[in-house]
């Protein structure tokens, strides 16, 4: 990584100052190397601004006290923030409640749900509510085992693991049910006889 990357990271508080070794020169180790790659994952990878990528950086270094805070915390400080309609969000938040899920009435997931359900009905999408009901219910599975796999040896432990795992991972979703509807597709318009392109 070049030194001006560094010094830049250093500067915006993204990573903690090496241990000086002269006036213009510090010494850095193992966790400083770490952190440079998190915060290369969070704002290369993940497209985190610095701002998100400096505030979920300070959950690792000052993690709430329980895991599911951390979660909640850490879901707050990597966004996106959207805005959304009163009306919007009571749909979402109805939603939401038919689910039967615990989240806390200003989860900043519920406003992107607003917005999302309404960009649908702006284009006409036919049957959201039941669309939305099968969607969930595969993604309170996918919920259960991210949240499975939070390791609980600390909350900075649980505070990298989600953060880094939640920018990393929707890429990955996304990405295996593109390919996955492509596979569907070929299989209902295509049929079985038909070699792949």
Do not use: N
């Amino acid at each position: 990584m070049p030194v001006g990357t560094v010094k830049y990271y250093l500067r915006e508080g993204l990573l903690p100052a090496g241990t000086p070794t002269s006036a213009t020169q510090a010494q850095y180790g193992e966790e400083h190397v770490e952190r440079l790659a998190l915060i290369r994952v969070l704002v290369g990878t993940g497209g985190l601004t610095v701002a998100a990528a400096r505030a979920a950086l300070q959950m690792i270094d000052a993690p709430a006290p329980s895991i599911h805070e951390v979660i909640g915390t850490a879901h707050q400080a990597i966004g996106p923030e959207v805005t959304a309609e009163p009306e919007a969000l009571d749909r979402a938040r109805s939603l939401v409640e038919a689910q039967g899920w615990q989240v806390a009435c200003d989860s900043p997931a519920l406003a992107q749900l607003a917005a999302a359900l309404d960009a649908c009905d702006a284009v006409g999408i036919p049957g959201m509510e039941r669309l939305v009901g099968r969607y969930a219910a595969v993604a309170e599975q996918l919920a259960a085992f991210d949240v499975a796999a939070v390791p609980t040896t600390s909350p900075a432990d649980a505070v990298r693991f989600v953060v880094a795992g939640t920018v990393l991972l929707e890429p990955l979703l996304l990405a295996l049910r593109r390919l996955a509807q492509q596979d569907a597709s070929f299989r209902r318009f295509e049929g079985p006889d038909v070699t792949p392109g």
